[in-house]
């Protein structure tokens, strides 16, 4: 695949339909028009001021700061997350989904988020069947990967494996004989579909390997999509509702803005020229951490210590309204609810409480399920009466784990990883975008609490 993008275009290849362009034909054509955009904000607009800067942001976090540039989505405290503009519902509506599925798949999210444009059916297939030709792992990384010690936490694996992919990066081998700063794009785009195509392989084999050891893993099926790869070689191959709720979860969680710590991890590592696989560990290690991918893990064990406490008969709105309560006066959060940007309900959660309903047989009869949705029925009131939360609405976390731990999924460890093989999609987007608009390295001013003091006085 990667000769064809060294290869020139010809007139006919530049008079092909949009329909039947290929992705790298897609990007080769947008690649252009959005750097005669960067040039015209630089030239036109560099010295127009588009917001302060005061000293809550520089000792919190940088929150709320426009101070990057990340072209997939936009975050919209209100109006939750938009993809190239396109809300989940017009993503859902427009994005093809796999033959035989209905929920969107991660290679028509990919293609938006590369491209700002909507695939065709015959399009997401070909990206589909490329990826599941590349899928398969070197095998001097399976055996790097099997010889890890069970112990050692499966995002620790999944970091280290994705790291060690670096010997096989493209676009590292080409910095180092030389090529122009205008073509680093195009062998990051390979290195990203060629991380993307291994993440599934890599992720179930540390699945198997901590969980499963006495099971054998099945190959890459040429004619499966990402996800529906993903689910066979996970051993849930079988469970046609639960590939479908992956398909949409991965759709959903690959991109989420550039603030976040793993997505703003990856675009740091990678304007220091770091290869994909390299920007990818580093976002993997942030994703890792207890603030940033660990919360639907922390609403499960909260629901589940929640239905341990009630006894089933007793699973009310007033009972849980109850609970909800002894854990605010036990001085704890309700994990779930509140968002660091939004101020509304996710739409994220709406999909995925959309998505239980469309399996009443299986989902509606489910505990765990029923409980998040009469959690989430209740929760609003008693946290706008506690009155020390800003957003008093579920987020994804609030649903998305419970319904893994429904579909049989139970290691709470390894639902991180889960996350981390979706939030490629737009690191890895952005990555290439970097490259191709030529970013430079970030490289924000810090100060110190003194020089602080010395500015707001002077």
């Known amino acids: 695949m990667f000769t064809r993008i060294a290869r020139p275009y010809g007139k006919l290849a530049g008079r092909r339909l949009a329909s039947t362009k290929s992705l790298r034909e897609t990007l080769k054509e947008i690649v252009p028009l959005k750097r005669h955009q960067l040039q015209a904000l630089k030239e036109e ?65 990919l293609w938006l988020l590369l491209t700002g444009k909507i695939p065709t059916p015959e399009q997401t297939r070909d990206l589909s069947r490329e990826l599941a030709e590349k899928g398969a792992l070197p095998k001097e990384i399976e055996k790097l990967i099997d010889a890890f010690p069970r112990t050692l936490h499966p995002m ?13 990066s493209e676009f590292a081998a080409a910095y ?70 992956l398909r949409l979860y991965i759709a ?9 710590v793993s997505a703003h991890a990856a675009h740091l590592v990678g304007s220091a020229l770091s290869d994909p696989y390299l920007s990818y560990s580093a976002a993997l290690l942030g994703l890792a951490g207890p603030l940033h991918g660990l919360a639907n893990q922390e609403v499960l064990r909260w629901q589940l210590a929640m239905q341990s406490s009630l006894a089933s008969s007793s699973i009310t709105p007033a009972s849980i309204t109850e609970y909800l309560w002894s854990t605010l006066n036990a001085g704890q959060v309700v994990p779930g609810y509140g968002h660091g940007v939004l101020r509304s309900p996710d739409p994220r959660f709406v999909a995925l409480q959309q998505f239980c309903d469309k399996y009443p047989e299986e989902l509606g009869e489910s505990e765990i399920v029923r409980m998040v949705r009469m959690t989430a029925e209740v929760a609003p009131g008693v946290l706008r009466e506690h009155g020390k939360t800003k957003n008093p609405y579920p987020n994804v976390d609030a649903t998305s ?32 975008w970097d490259r191709a608009l030529m970013l430079p390295i970030e490289r924000p001013k810090s100060v110190s609490m003194d020089v602080l003091e010395k500015i707001v006085k002077g």
């Open 45 to 109: 607009h560099s010295s127009k001021v588009i917001g302060d800067v005061k000293v809550e942001n520089v000792i919190g976090g940088m929150r709320g700061l426009k101070a990057m540039l990340w072209e997939a989505s936009v975050l919209d405290p209100n109006e939750g997350i938009r993809f190239h503009g396109l809300s989940i519902p017009d993503c859902q509506r427009l994005l093809p989904p796999a033959p035989g599925g209905s929920e969107i798949i991660a290679e028509s999210m």
């Open 156 to 168: 620790t694996q999944l970091s280290m494996g994705v790291a060690a992919l670096n010997s096989t």
């Open 252 to 260: 959903l969680h690959g991109d989420h803005e550039g603030g976040n």
């Open 401 to 432: 784990g419970c319904i893994l731990y429904h579909y049989g999924l139970r290691e709470f460890k390894y639902y991180t990883v889960i996350f981390g093989v979706s939030r490629a999609l737009g690191a890895l987007t952005q990555i290439v």
């Open 176 to 245: 180092e004989r030389g090529i122009k700063k205008s073509e680093y794009w195009t062998y990051a785009l390979e290195d990203s579909l060629s991380l993307i195509a291994m993440l599934p392989a890599l992720a179930a084999r540390i699945y198997r390997n901590v969980y499963h050891p006495e099971k054998k893993l099945v190959d890459v099926n040429k004619d499966l999509d990402l996800v529906g790869n993903y689910t066979n070689m996970l051993g849930f191959g079988d469970n046609h509702s639960l590939t479908e709720y």
